[in-house]
């Protein structure tokens, strides 16, 4: 615990992310607010999501539930990556999934997209951040998020997220210099509302690069780290870390440190000891049990893979442990509480060792 304004507030995640001491590994979900909770779901009976988005009072209220219900380590502002989009100049439909009215296929498209004043266009978020700074008063940090660079622009270019990404790819060999000038463009925008969520009192930035793994790994080295590393280093601030989620990452897992990120998010699909091989020494590792394990295995099952993942984690850095990926709407919340508790007990390491590897 340390004293932050007065009051006494719980650092764990904190110092996990910075590499530093720890009596146990702190655990958060991604996605942790979201339709697996029942009482996500009531709010969402009259709101729609992107009313939650831009509603600072209801943004909030969904934030805490979580916390609340789970006792995880960490809370993650309830937003989207995609909300900067409207005040860049490109509407947003979710059907379920996102839209993006008017695709970005050109140098002169890419030129129209505005950057947007945080204060004056994102506000509601930043007022958000604020309320929930109170709110919280200490029991947790606060996570403040953007998306990365590459990811933004993948959905621009594309109008979606998923499928084979063709028009997202045709721009990079046909027209290098816009993809190149978007992911920039995209750089400066996310720094600027970055940079506000950290003023406005979020105490860690996580950057979710969801596309990551969608690019070859010449492209993703001359188009995106540089990018990536430029917005990490603009919004740096003493004592506030920064996380560099990648998915489907593996092919890129050594240029990841190049990003200046504190800490690694990785998704499920390696070990994060091989994971750790390959980034090699330096950043704090986050991860990375698979969220399907959590839909209908047995109780004791879901402890057990808990237990693999918290040992496998190198002892020569900092783990914050999460799942590989989003916390799936069909999760049973017993589950999760199963796995907060779970972590919790086993990854005490006040004398160095988890209680784990002492059965």
Partial sequence: MIEEDGLRMNDLFLRACFGRPVERVPIWIMRQAGRYLPEYREVRKTHDFWTLCTTPELAARVTIQPVDRLGVDAAILFSDILVPLPAMGRAVAFRPAPEIEKPVRSAGEIRELRVPDPEKDLGHVLETIRILRRALAGRVPLIGFGGAPLTLAAYLVEGKGGGKFQAFHALFYEQPEA???????????????????????????????????????????????????????????????ILYYARDAAHILDLLPRTGADVLSLDEKLPLSLAAERIGPGPALQGNLDNALLLGAPLEKIENAAARVLDDAPRDRGHVFNLGHGILPGTPVASAVHLVESVKRLGRRSDGVSENEKR
Avoid: C, K, M, N
């Fill in 179 to 241: 993809a190149r000038l978007l992911i920039e463009h995209l750089a400066r925008a996310e720094a600027e509302f970055l940079a506000a969520q950290i003023d406005a009192g979020a105490q860690a930035i996580q950057i979710f690069d969801s596309w990551a793994g969608i690019l070859p790994r010449d492209l993703y080295q001359d188009f995106a780290l540089e990018p990536t590393r430029g917005l990490v280093d603009s919004i740096r601030r003493e004592g506030v870390p």
